[in-house]
């Protein structure tokens, strides 16, 4: 490995003596150098830029070629601040050029059913649902890959679920859509850089043949104090990966009202049989 390649290798999972990898090249610089961007200049993007992201996203393998996605590609400041508010404040969403909400899309086929006068009876169940979600998430990730490689950084914002409902009324969704995520697409600030987020050494991850937890609480030890030594470096309260994870996953508030999409996506019209 050369000496690049083992420097973004290092940064990946924070610790200097990972195993070298027997394989690199260009694609492989890019998605280890990944970094979510939280602070943009108001730099705009190249005309035709929405164009070449959707090229990529459309790229992206889709279930039984169904493509059952769409993008609403959103740049006007005023509804990308109705989207901040409803997304939890997020002030990246307004200083970003760019938001691409992601959505599962079950509309388009179920109007081709009514064009053909036939009831599609797969709709109403969870699959379709997990469907359009997957969908809409690898043709997301192709974008943002794509995005990186043009030295554009981005952040999801899940946050966008907090409310689907009142996104839903924003984009005018049509029923059997709803927004999976956003995606906030600008030219990285130098201002307030971001920095690559140590991983999960691979033993937490990957397991041969069977599924195996024999050694994972001394691996689960050894991310957080990694983890732990990044949040340092970066200025943060230094919290250990697991104590994140309790405090993120222990109380329904932290859904921030994302408890409510069984409902709301009911409402919405998808079934979740
Ligand atoms: C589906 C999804 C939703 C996310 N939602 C948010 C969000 O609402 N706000 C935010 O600042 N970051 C969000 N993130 C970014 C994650 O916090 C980030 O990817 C994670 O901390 C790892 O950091 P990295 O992307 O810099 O490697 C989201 C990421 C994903 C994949």
């Not at 981005?154 to 995520?181: H, M, T, W």
Request: some cysteine; aromatic content about 6%.
């Amino acid at each position: 490995m050369t000496d690049n390649a083992r420097s973004k290798l290092a940064a990946r999972y924070g610790v200097d003596d990972s195993s070298p990898l027997s394989q690199w090249n260009d694609t492989l610089d890019l998605l280890l150098d990944h970094r979510s961007v939280r602070a943009f200049t108001d730099q705009a993007l190249p005309e035709g830029t929405i164009e070449t992201l959707i090229a990529a996203a459309q790229s992206a393998s889709t279930s039984s070629n169904l493509q059952v996605w769409s993008v609403v590609a959103v740049q006007d400041p005023e509804r990308k601040s109705r989207l901040s508010t409803l997304a939890g404040n997020q002030a990246h969403i307004r200083q970003a050029p760019l938001f691409f909400v992601w959505l599962a899309d079950l509309s388009r086929v179920a109007r081709i059913g009514e064009q053909h006068d036939v009831e599609l009876a797969t709709l109403p169940y969870l699959e379709s649902l997990l469907l359009g979600t997957i969908d809409a998430a690898l043709a997301a990730q192709n974008a943002v890959v794509a995005l990186e490689s043009l030295g554009l950084g981005s952040v999801y914002i899940g946050g966008i679920r907090n409310d689907i409902a009142a996104v839903g009324q924003v984009l005018e969704l049509p029923p059997q859509v709803y927004p999976v995520f956003g995606l906030c697409v600008g030219y990285p600030s130098s201002e307030r850089p971001a920095n690559v987020k140590p991983r999960l050494p691979q033993r937490a991850v990957l397991h041969h043949e069977t599924y195996s937890t024999a050694e994972e609480e001394s691996v689960l030890a050894a991310y957080d104090a990694r983890l732990g030594a990044f949040y340092e470096r970066e200025g943060m309260k230094a919290a250990g990966w697991s104590e994140q994870v309790v405090n993120r996953l222990r109380s329904v508030s932290n859904l921030h009202g994302r408890e409510a999409l069984v409902a709301e996506l009911t409402r919405m019209g998808f079934g979740l049989r």
